[in-house]
């Protein structure tokens, strides 16, 4: 294991969570894409954190996981108000605001 | 650059990056949160891996404990009565495969030509360490972060809490959707 | 040191100001206040051309406050023999155009308050000596057009023809606001040339001022100039109606309303003739003797293309405006003979240009104001109703078509024998012959609208002019004749300016002092 | 502890505000409307005290530094705040009488992370202070949720979906972006950077350049902006459309010519390339628009492109001339989405056509409009002149010669789209002749904000000198 | 008083009248006084001239007194000014006395017009005189050319007098039209002098090229304004001005301007042979082929005017043969005598109100003062020995003979002939013959009219015995030879009189008069300028108009077109789906990487 090899497992997640944002229709499974996405980041961070020392990268994934929480929290709620505008999550249903 | 092999990493990479795929692509939004539950525990083993067993334990409390619940309980609530599962969109999933692609791609190449390796990993920060840069260091940034925790919660909950006559009217009427909180007030 | 000048742009924007505060129902007073503010910045024009020192020449009547020092941006104001002449024709049609727009009934309020910015940024183009400041009252003189044409203009159809019929589906050609806004967009992308023009000016004259004192010294590297020259005749060029970027002038023209029009096409069309010559020729003289067969090339095109396409026009606001395109072609040429006689030629004929084409469209506009239509075709006689009316057009006519004894004699005169000086000596041909076949159009026109049997059916009473119309083709029509027979009254101002420029750039004058034949 | 509360006394004042309107409606009793005067105050008061008080200095680790850079930032976004928050209130008490106090308390939340974030040097406190100003605005963005007139798509909870998918992706890219950074330069603060700088820096620095550029609503990052504007609340619109950007573009100062300065080979380049890509996105894709809303959001990503055309100079000039950029812009666009609001709410309809007959109905209004479209436009004697032409000029001395002339360009279809709105409301006669109702607060707010651009216009020295000393100040500290 | 202050005098009194009538309008609306300012104007130009002419007699020097009026480059581009010399003081003389006989003429010619139509004729004829005292007077030929030009406009402004026929307007604006076309010629002589000299003086002395060039330039206005071929169409039809205008305008001085200016640019013609050649065959040319259409008129005052335009080429063709002064004298004596002929002419037509030679016959007795004074003015045209026309012509025709120019002088002989036998035509038609119905009702004008047919016989009887003195005043040699061309022309004149007696007499008809009216009818010149300027100007014109509007303004509304299409179809790409959003901000990440990385 070295620190390339973690480095871009954390880039194969960042891209599938990539993906599932861009491909995915339900409000909820972009959430969860974007989860990948933070994840990976922390990913990189651990592994920073791991061979390179010091207390900053892993006080940085703590930072990181209070905003991802945050974050989750008010889409989650986005995503609840979007259902009962539509009846559905799916957001391509919110399209509306185009000309 | 040396490629050292890792059994630990070599069972933990194929799990988190097979689940994180099974979390984009599953149809049943449940098991896509299920997958997803399974990909941050397979981090928190490879934060383990890396020795950063608070983390470890953070990613579970918080990510498998916290995130993964209330995704659960989202989609629970939002999921359509008839029960029908959403399926995973495959319009457009070209233009994301490459993109996402392309962006691995990419990245792995910097990677591989910045070649990062320290091969000793250094020490690790304990527990105590993290605390006391917390509150010196990051101070400020730690009661910002309260103020955002609470800015979300506010948010959160105005955005879900229905009190708006108009709404709660119409609602009555019939014209809007039957929800799961029906009317607060 | 006097504030003449700081007073006469000042006047105009005052009086705007004052129009604020006039109560919308006191028409009279409204009209009172703008022709005082108007009046005064007349008044204030003769002033500085009795206190302009010929004899002296140069820049005279000096103002200066900073405004941003740090970038060099200074408000300076002083005037030489060019602006003391366009001054004085500035002044002429702007008092005349408030009277010209006397019986204007809608929203009266907002008009004059942008005739008079319009003019005051006008006045302000004409004696800054700060190339920020100049440009400034450039946009403040060319910006509120969009609003006097778009609010009081007139509209028409223009047939859907040629291989871009399908842009009508888009535009709606010949209404006001498709006219206001091509000018306005057209104008504006000239800006955006001269606005580069300025900041490689800016950039390169080592000071990093704008102070166009200072850059007329300045020895600019010849590539910067071939850089600067084509943006700043271009850029002013649209607003002079330079080939092919003339196309807002007859749609322009032919929209708005009278005192617009007169002010547009006799004082605007100026400026940017005016930039050409006193930025593009005098600060990068050397690319702009290069460049100066070009712009004569162009020039003449205008002359002779302008008239054909005003020849061929069968409503009488696009002859006039299409005359406009033509005789900016003749200013152009003027200035691009880059000798005496060429200069005091284009800035003459600026004048008389301004005066002429101003009592054209005061004319049409109480042509129009009367009889309620445009088409030549429909009218006919009108000599016999309104024989005053008839009599001062046919003197915009002659002066037009350049008979001697009107202002444009002399101005035509001096172009082309400047342009048969100068190293292209044919240059003159064609513009001559864009005089003759202007002498076909108008006198066409004239024929077509006043000569004939007397009117009849709804024409029959048209009414000659009243009291307040008296004025502007008056005051426009004896200047005409005055001009005409008195030319130094005006050329011994300009001429001093000339001098003065033309004297500072000895590798030009001896390129321009090539006898050809 | 002293250092800490003289340094942080104006955020932790708003930031005390913000719970306090909180508290004061939990303890019922008090009128939505009485809180948001109150709310405006507190900001006018905190405002106030800004001139009298001087935060700077810094906290221990140089975490924060604080200066006249900061002060600078910190009353654009005061004056923001409470030009914003006098606009909302009549529409909040009107539409969403229930919810107001926590319209204002996560109004200034968010302030409260904008104000923090000029000053940061360090990457966690950065990047916290930047959620803090984001999070709220997903919130405050899908505002209208179900309410509004019946006829008007309800688009709120879309307005907020999507700028919280595209700000999400845009985080989630901050983060990986700094794990790189900080995962190579070993250490948090920002003046770390230069020194270790490694291609995986570069790479990390492009996406949180990335990140920020979608709070700027820089191309290509800037797909949110004309369907929130459309969606969420006009009055909050005209917030979003200027504090997180001047938010934003403080970020993105701090972090390239504060912390990646001298890598300026690298970073300038992308900025060029989003600046250009803004200018000529923005007022092309400007051009078709029928809704005000959206018109002025694609000219907002106009506006964005050329204020990183000053940053891109990366010069002291260009920073004060993108400094004076962005606080003439506050009053501009403000005042112009919160005519387009007062408008609105009479006829009834955002579109360009609905504005007809404005000047004859409220020529106050409709001029006012007029000068705020074209300060937008950049002509002269109104500020947005002098804004797009020292930008310009720092552009060009800093040798973006090209830039300058496409933005210039450019800008001419701006005129277009600009004048549009101009020739609905001065040319076309509308049907409606009653004036326009507009509230005492809103017209305030309209008011103060005619006032600075013509204002400005008129004298833009004052400004000039004050953003000039704020960017020598930032430029020397670093 | 001064010679050059005489001379100023003379020449602006008219343009004070004409001034003070144009700006005191009721001056001008009430008629009677209008005419009034304007004869006083005419006679204060007579007097002086006449006075200018004593103090020449009395043997004072040329004067020339000029100012600046165009300045270029701190010196003076061009001047005006005043020059008295042997060539402008008896012009001077001509004009003003022509021109006040035909204002007193007028005055009781056109008082059947409207007070506002009557004062605005005077206020015209003050105008115009005041134009041609400024070509007689310049002293160089930018003022002459001035001049010319304000000639060229009063005339429009005359024979448009009746504006409200359309034939009379298109007449006017045809005339200046045409003049304006050959002015062009003008100004190019003009601007080629100036560039080759730096002044416009007829003094100068360029090279032989540019001499060439400019009395070629000069002579193509010169063929427009003295109605020589292929530019005379205009001078027919401009006969639809008052007669009285026909009389000074088309007969006495504006077309005469176009010989004045070679007589004064003579130094400048002296030095380019080639362009004299051209003008001898014009004139020649002109002078037949008028007289030949002369013959064929109908229209009184189209006979005087073709017979205008051949006595034209008379002097053109004396010209072209380098004998100026021959030129001179010819369009002295002939001024006078067309004068007469004409306001004789408008004396008849006043009588029968018509101006077609059928409506008259046996006026003689009718009208016996105005009978005399025309037979005598057709005498002296045909150049019958002992009337002033006489002496002028043989004078021409004498200077062909001594240099040797054969065929023009056979042409202008044959022409003499033509001259005679169609002047005899009009008289015979006109006053002898059968009283028509119109002619019966006619009665002798009153004085006011035959007063100046009576002036005006006196020079046309005699001015021909003033060459001797003429010639002194130019410095020219004059000397009466009795050589074959005195015969020959005198034998012409009686010889053409004779045949018109024997032809016309018996109610006939001229030989070739079919041809020649079929020619007339159907004017091949007329339809080619007319097809010029339908097809060539009007074409050309509305193309230009057609490219302007459709092209040129349509490729601007295309360039907006497409950009506002560009805007449109760009539209498309935000789609409204979130997905999509965030694909793009996924681009643009991957961009900036690369410019990142790739730098």
């Known amino acids: 294991m070295t620190l390339t090899s973690c480095l871009i497992l954390a880039a194969a997640v960042m891209a599938i969570g990539l993906y599932g944002l861009v491909t995915r229709k339900q409000a909820v499974a972009m959430l969860l894409s974007v989860e990948l996405m933070a994840n990976a980041a922390n990913m990189v961070f651990a592994a920073y954190g791991h061979f390179r020392g010091g207390p900053s990268a892993q006080v940085f994934v703590l930072f990181a996981l209070a905003i991802t929480v945050a974050e989750v929290a008010v889409g989650l709620a986005l995503v609840m108000l979007l259902y009962r505008r539509h009846g559905d999550t799916t957001v391509d249903l919110a399209s509306e605001a185009r000309q | 650059m040396n490629f050292e092999f890792d059994l630990g990493f070599s069972i933990i990479a194929p799990i988190i990056v097979v689940s994180a795929l099974f979390v984009v692509r599953a149809k049943n939004l449940i098991h896509a949160v299920l997958w997803l539950g399974a990909t941050l525990l397979g981090t928190a083993a490879l934060y383990a891996r890396l020795n950063a067993p608070f983390l470890a334990g953070v990613q579970v409390l918080t990510y498998v404990g916290g995130v993964v619940t209330l995704m659960i309980f989202g989609v629970m609530v939002t999921r359509r009565h008839d029960g029908i599962d959403a399926e995973a969109s495959s319009e457009g999933s070209e233009r994301g495969l490459i993109f996402a692609s392309a962006f691995f791609v990419l990245l792995s190449v910097v990677t591989w030509k910045t070649a990062p390796s320290i091969p000793n990993p250094a020490p690790i920060a304990t527990s105590a360490q993290l605390a006391r840069v917390l509150l010196d260091y990051y101070l400020i940034a730690f009661e910002a972060l309260s103020l955002l925790l609470l800015a979300a919660i506010v948010g959160a909950v105005v955005l879900v809490r229905r009190k708006d006559p108009e709404a709660v009217t119409k609602l009555r009427q019939g014209s809007a959707l039957p929800l799961i909180n029906e009317v607060e007030s | 040191m006097s504030h003449l000048l700081a007073i006469t742009i000042a006047a105009p924007a005052i009086a705007g100001a004052l129009l604020l505060l006039v109560p919308s129902s006191a028409r009279l007073a409204m009209r009172v206040v703008s022709l005082i503010g108007a009046v005064i910045s007349l008044v204030t024009a003769i002033l500085v051309a009795t206190q302009y020192d010929r004899a002296q020449g140069g820049l005279q009547l000096l103002e200066t406050v900073p405004l941003v020092p740090s970038l060099g941006i200074h408000l300076k104001l002083a005037v030489d023999g060019w602006g003391v002449a366009l001054l004085l024709l500035t002044g002429i049609i702007i008092v005349a155009g408030v009277l010209a727009s006397w019986t204007v009934a809608r929203r009266d309020k907002e008009f004059f308050l942008l005739l008079l910015v319009l003019v005051a940024g006008v006045f302000g183009v004409f004696v800054a000596q700060d190339l920020f400041i100049f440009f400034l009252f450039y946009e403040i003189a060319v910006l509120p057009m969009y609003l006097l044409i778009g609010i009081w203009g007139a509209s028409h159809k223009v047939p859907a023809e040629g291989p871009f019929t399908f842009t009508w589906k888009r535009f709606d050609v010949g209404s006001k606001e498709y006219a206001a806004m091509k000018l306005t967009l057209m104008l504006l992308v000239g800006s955006a040339a001269i606005l580069v023009a300025m900041f490689l000016l800016w950039a390169n004259s080592g000071a990093r001022t704008f102070d166009m004192q200072v850059l007329e010294q300045t020895k600019f590297p010849i590539a910067v100039q071939h850089v600067v020259f084509p943006l700043v005749w271009l850029g002013f060029g649209t607003l002079a109606g330079v080939f092919p970027f003339h196309t807002w002038s007859p749609d322009g023209h032919a929209s708005a309303p009278t005192a617009v029009s007169m002010l547009h096409a006799g004082v605007l069309m100026k400026l940017g003739a005016f930039g050409v010559l006193r930025i593009g020729m005098v600060l990068v003289p050397d690319a702009a003797a290069w460049w100066a067969p070009i712009v004569g090339a162009v020039a003449i095109v205008n002359v002779l293309y302008g008239a054909l396409c005003a020849a061929s026009q069968k409503d009488l606001k696009y002859i006039i405006a299409y005359s406009s395109v033509s005789h900016m072609g003749v200013v152009m040429l003027g200035i691009a003979t880059m000798n005496a006689a060429g200069w005091n030629g284009a800035v003459y004929q600026m004048v008389a240009h301004g005066i002429m084409t101003g009592l054209f469209f005061a004319l049409v506009g109480l042509v129009y104001e009367r009889a309620h239509t445009r088409a030549i075709a429909k009218m006919g006689g009108f000599a016999h109703t309104m024989p005053v009316v008839a009599g001062f057009f046919t003197l915009a006519c002659l002066s037009s078509l350049g008979l001697p004894g009107t202002a444009g004699f002399v101005a035509e005169f001096m172009v082309f024998a400047g342009a048969a000086k100068g190293s292209n000596w044919w240059w003159a041909v064609p513009g001559v012959l864009g005089a003759f076949v202007t002498a076909v159009y108008v006198l066409r026109a004239c024929k077509a609208i006043f000569w004939g049997p007397p009117p009849q059916g709804e024409f029959a009473h048209l009414e000659d002019v009243r009291r307040t119309e008296w004025a502007a083709p008056l005051v426009l029509g004896t200047l005409l004749v005055v001009f005409g027979f008195w030319p130094r009254l005006l050329l011994d101002f300009i001429d001093v300016a000339s001098q003065g420029y033309l004297g500072r750039l000895p590798v030009v004058v001896a390129l321009a002092q090539v006898v050809s034949p | 502890m002293n250092a800490w509360l003289q340094v942080f006394s104006l955020d932790f004042a708003v930031a005390g505000a913000a719970i306090l309107i909180l508290a004061l409606d939990a303890m019922g009793g008090i009128s939505g409307r009485v809180l948001g005067w109150f709310t405006a105050a507190l900001l006018g008061a905190v405002l106030v005290a800004s001139f009298f008080f001087d935060p700077s200095g810094s906290v221990p680790h140089g975490v924060y530094v604080a200066g006249a850079w900061v002060l600078f930032f910190k009353r654009v976004f005061l004056v923001a705040g409470i030009l914003a928050v006098l606009g909302s209130l009549d529409w909040l008490s009107e539409r969403t009488p229930r919810r107001q106090a926590e319209y204002y308390a996560l109004m200034l939340f968010s302030l409260t992370g904008m104000m923090v974030v000029p000053g940061a040097r360090d990457w966690v406190l950065l990047l916290v202070a930047f959620e803090l100003m984001g999070i709220p605005l997903y919130v405050l963005a899908a505002w209208a949720k179900t309410d509004g007139p019946a006829d008007e798509p309800k688009v709120g909870p879309e307005a907020g979906m999507k700028l919280f998918v595209t700000g999400a992706a845009s985080s989630a890219f901050t983060l990986f972006g700094l794990a790189l950074v900080i995962g190579e330069t070993g250490s948090t603060a920002l003046s770390a950077l230069p020194a270790q700088a490694t291609m995986l820096t570069h790479v990390g620095m492009m996406m949180v350049i990335a990140g920020m550029g979608f709070k700027l609503g820089a191309v290509p990052f800037h797909m949110w902006v004309p369907d929130t504007y459309q969606g969420a609340p006009t009055p909050f619109v005209a917030f979003l459309s200027v504090a997180p950007k001047a938010g934003g573009l403080a970020a993105l100062t701090v972090v390239t010519l504060s912390g990646w300065g001298t890598q300026q080979t690298f970073w300038a380049p992308a900025i060029a390339v989003i600046a250009a890509a803004s200018m000529v996105v923005g007022n092309i894709f400007a051009l078709p628009q029928t809704d005000v809303r959206r018109l002025l959001g694609f000219s907002g990503v106009a506006q964005i492109g050329y204020v990183l055309v000053a940053l891109g100079a990366g010069s002291q000039e260009g920073v004060a001339m993108a400094l004076f950029f962005i606080a003439t812009y506050v009053f501009t666009n403000l005042g112009a989405f919160l005519v387009v609001h007062a408008a609105a709410q009479s006829s009834g309809g955002h579109e360009t056509a609905k504005l007809a007959g404005l000047s004859r109905r409220s020529p106050w209004l409709g001029a006012s409009l007029l000068v705020f479209l074209l300060s937008l436009a950049g002509i002269p004697f109104v500020v947005g002149f002098w804004a797009k032409l020292f930008v310009f000029m720092a552009a060009w001395r800093a040798g973006l010669g090209g830039l300058v002339v496409l933005g210039l360009v450019v800008a001419v279809f701006g005129l277009f789209y600009y004048l549009s709105v101009a020739r609905s409301t001065f040319m076309s006669e509308g049907t409606a002749q009653e004036p326009i109702r507009a509230g005492l607060a809103l017209k305030l707010s309209i008011a103060v904000c005619l006032a600075a651009v013509v204002g400005l216009g008129l004298w833009p020295k004052p400004l000039v000198d004050e953003a000039n000393r704020a960017a020598s100040a930032f430029m020397q500290r670093h | 008083m001064s010679p050059s202050n005489l001379a100023i005098i003379a020449t602006v009194a008219p343009a004070v009248a004409a001034l003070l009538l144009l700006v005191v309008a009721p001056l001008r609306h009430k008629g009677a006084p209008a005419a009034w300012v304007t004869l006083l104007g005419s006679l204060v130009s007579l007097g002086s001239a006449i006075m200018l002419l004593l103090g020449r007699v009395d043997g004072g020097a040329d004067v020339r007194v000029t100012t600046p009026w165009i300045q270029e480059g701190s010196r003076a581009m061009a001047e005006i000014g005043v020059l008295i010399d042997g060539v402008s003081v008896p012009m001077l003389i001509i004009v003003c006395l022509v021109a006040l006989c035909v204002q007193l003429f007028s005055v009781a010619y056109m008082h059947d017009e409207p007070p506002r139509a009557y004062g605005r004729y005077f206020t015209l004829h003050a105008m115009f005189l005041f134009s041609m005292n400024i070509v007689v007077v310049s002293p160089n030929l930018l003022q002459l050319f001035a001049g010319w030009e304000l000639v060229g406009l009063t005339s429009y402004l005359l024979i448009g007098f009746y504006f409200a026929k359309p034939s009379a307007a298109q007449a006017a604006v045809k005339a200046f039209w045409m003049t304006k076309l050959a002015d062009m010629g003008f100004l ?260 006011a009219m035959t007063g100046p047919l009576m002036v005006l016989a006196i020079p046309s009887l005699a001015s021909g015995f003033l060459g001797g003195w003429l010639a002194s005043q130019v410095k020219a040699e004059y000397h009466v030879h009795l050589g074959l061309t005195p015969i020959v022309a005198s034998s012409m004149a009686i010889l053409g009189i004779v045949a018109a007696v024997v032809v016309f007499g018996r109610g006939g008809k001229a030989p070739f008069a079919g041809v020649l009216e079929k020619l007339d009818t159907f004017s091949l010149v007329d339809r080619t300028w007319a097809s010029g300027y339908r097809i060539g100007l009007l074409g050309i014109a509305s193309l230009a108009g057609w490219i302007d509007r459709y092209l040129i303004d349509g490729l601007m509304n295309f360039t907006g077109w497409a950009t506002l299409e560009g805007g449109a179809s760009a539209r498309k790409l935000q789609t409204g789906l979130v997905r999509d959003y965030a694909l793009m901000v996924v681009v643009g990440v991957v961009v900036l990487v690369l410019i990142g990385v790739l730098r």
């Open chain 5, 188 to 447: 190019f002589g003009l601007l080629v002098l100036f560039v080759a000299t730096g002044s416009f003086e007829w003094t100068s002395t360029p090279s032989a090229q540019v001499a060439t060039w400019v009395t070629a330039l000069l002579f193509v206005a010169v063929i427009g304004k003295s109605a020589q071929f292929p530019l005379h169409i205009w001078l027919p039809d401009a006969m639809e001005g008052p007669t009285p205008v026909s009389a000074l305008l088309h007969a006495a001085t504006m077309v005469a301007a176009g010989v004045f200016l070679v007589v004064r640019a003579d130094p400048l013609f002296a030095q380019a042979p080639e362009t004299r050649e051209v003008m001898l065959w014009v004139g020649t040319v002109t002078a037949v082929f008028a007289a030949g259409l002369a013959l064929v008129q109908k229209d009184i005052k189209k006979v005087l005017a073709f017979s205008t335009a051949s006595q034209l080429g008379y002097m053109v063709a004396a010209l072209g043969a380098g004998q100026a002064f021959a030129g001179f004298f010819h369009l002295g004596t002939h001024a006078f005598f067309k004068a007469l002929l004409f306001l004789a002419a408008g004396s008849v037509i006043h009588a029968v109100h018509s101006n077609s030679l059928e409506d008259m016959g046996g006026l003689r007795k009718k009208m016996p003062l105005t009978t005399a004074a025309f037979v005598i003015g057709a005498l002296s045209l045909a150049g019958v020995p002992g009337f002033a026309g006489f002496f002028s012509k043989d004078l021409v025709l004498g200077s062909l003979e001594g240099k040797g120019h054969w065929i023009p002088w056979t042409l202008l002989m044959g022409s003499a002939f033509l001259t005679a036998f169609y002047m005899g035509r009009v008289v015979i038609k006109a006053f002898w013959g059968n009283e028509s119905e119109k002619s019966s009702h006619a009665h002798e004008s009153g004085l």
